[in-house]
C-alpha cells in the first residue's frame, strides 16, 4: 500500500528556516516524481516543488531561491528545505506523488500525504 | 495558465446529478486535467486523471469528460459521501500544476 507521511511543520517566526520530511512507503521515491504542495489555512491548493526522477527540480515563482527540494534514497523520503519564511508562506504543506505514465495516470498528483501545517507568525 | 471553476458553491440533495465546469485560458491536452475531491482536514483525492479516466477505486457515478478549454466533472448521482470541494488541475511548465479555486458541493 503507497502511504506517505510528512512531519517537521510547526510555528516559527518570519525569517527563519524549517525543514519538512515526507517518509514512503509501497514505493520508491527516487523512481517517481515527487511534488510538494501547499493549501493556505480556508484556501485553494498551490503547487510549490518538484523533484523528477532523474534528479531535476523546479520551483513555484514565489518559493524559489528561498526553499529547496531534495530526496534521501537511502531512507525512502522526500524533504523541502524552507528558509527566509514569510507570513504568506504559512499552510499545511502535503507531498504528493506523480502518477506513473506507464498507466496512463501521469500530469495528476495521485497519492497524497495527509498534510504538516506550516504557521509563520511572530 | 489560469484556471476557471464555475460554479463556486453547487446545492445539491443526494441522489442529484451534480455538474462541475472548468476552463482553461488556452488550449490544453486532455491528459493534462485532473479533478480532486477533498473533504474537510482531508487531503486532496484523485478522482480523474487525463480529464476522463477514473483513478483507482472511484465508483462509477463519477464521470470526466471535455477538450480545449473546457472541461466537466459529473456525478450522476450524488452520495452522501460525494459532498466536497472539487479541484481541477492543469499540468504545464511555470507552474508545473495549477489548480482551480475549486467548487464547493453542499447538501441543500
Known amino acids: 500500500e503507497v502511504q506517505l507521511v510528512e512531519s517537521g511543520g510547526g510555528l516559527i517566526q518570519p525569517g527563519g528556516s524549517l525543514g519538512l520530511s515526507c517518509a514512503a512507503s509501497?514505493?520508491?521515491?527516487?523512481?517517481?516524481?515527487m511534488s510538494w504542495v501547499r493549501q493556505a489555512p480556508g484556501k485553494g491548493l498551490e503547487w510549490v516543488s518538484v523533484i523528477y526522477t532523474g534528479g531535476g527540480t523546479f520551483y513555484a515563482d514565489s518559493v524559489r531561491g528561498r526553499f529547496t527540494i531534495s530526496r534521501d534514497n537511502s531512507k525512502n523520503t522526500l524533504s523541502l528545505q524552507m528558509n527566509s519564511l514569510r507570513p504568506e508562506d504559512s499552510a499545511v504543506y502535503y507531498c504528493?506523488?506523480?502518477?506513473?505514465?506507464?498507466?496512463?495516470?501521469?500530469?495528476?498528483?495521485?497519492?497524497w500525504g495527509q498534510g504538516t501545517l506550516v504557521t509563520v507568525s511572530s | 495558465i489560469v484556471l476557471t471553476q464555475s460554479p463556486g458553491t453547487l446545492s445539491l440533495s443526494p441522489g442529484e446529478r451534480a455538474t462541475l465546469s472548468c476552463r482553461a485560458r488556452h488550449s490544453v491536452s486532455s491528459r493534462y486535467i485532473a479533478w480532486y475531491q477533498q473533504k474537510p482536514g482531508q487531503a486532496p483525492r484523485l478522482i480523474i486523471y487525463g480529464a476522463s479516466s477514473r483513478a483507482t477505486g472511484i465508483p462509477d457515478r463519477f464521470s470526466g469528460s471535455g477538450s480545449g478549454t473546457d472541461f466537466t466533472l459529473t456525478i450522476s448521482r450524488l452520495e452522501p459521501e460525494d459532498f466536497a470541494v472539487y479541484y481541477c488541475q492543469q499540468h504545464g511548465s511555470s507552474p508545473l500544476f495549477t489548480f482551480g479555486p475549486g467548487t464547493k458541493v453542499d447538501i441543500k
Open positions: 509501497g514505493f520508491t521515491v527516487r523512481s517517481n516524481h
Open positions: 504528493a506523488r506523480e502518477g506513473d505514465c506507464a498507466y496512463g495516470s501521469c500530469y495528476s498528483l495521485e497519492s
